[in-house]
């Protein structure tokens, strides 16, 4: 079956870096778009980043453009989410999503298959 492995969270301070990695397994890694959404306490999940299965054309929430980068590395079937300048509002579950020959609606969940158990990142201040 798919399964979607996230893994690099963490406690880290305000300024710091981290790097989340996600694992694909039971799928076609380069037939889907990968996404990257978290989810604070007492908040709705929300889109933190995607990138399109064809092309690897990258799409940023504007609360983390600039200071997040993901990347996908299809010789690995993984996903990347990589942290610089954390700030306290970024403490959340980051769960990373993947969307079957999806290029559109990549900003919504709705248009994702297939998710990870997410990974806690906390960063202080």
């Known amino acids: 079956q798919v399964q979607l492995v996230e893994s690099g969270g963490g406690l880290v301070q305000a300024g710091d870096s981290l790097r989340l990695s996600c694992a694909a397994s039971?799928?076609?890694?380069?037939?889907?778009?990968m996404g990257w959404f978290r989810q604070a306490p007492g908040k709705e999940r929300e889109f933190v980043a995607a990138?399109?299965?064809?092309?690897?054309?990258?799409y940023y929430a504007e609360s983390v453009k600039g200071r997040f980068t993901i990347s996908r590395d299809r010789t690995k079937n993984s996903a990347y989410l990589q942290m610089n300048m954390l700030k306290p509002e970024d403490t959340a579950v980051y769960y990373c999503?993947?969307?079957?020959?999806?290029?559109?609606?990549?900003?919504?969940?709705?248009?994702?298959?297939?998710w990870g158990q997410g990974t806690q990142v906390t960063v202080s201040s």
């Open positions: 999503a993947a969307a079957y020959l999806s290029n559109v609606g990549l900003r919504s969940s709705g248009s994702y298959d297939y």
């Open positions: 990138i399109r299965w064809s092309g690897g054309i990258t």
């Open positions: 039971g799928l076609i890694f380069s037939t889907y778009s």
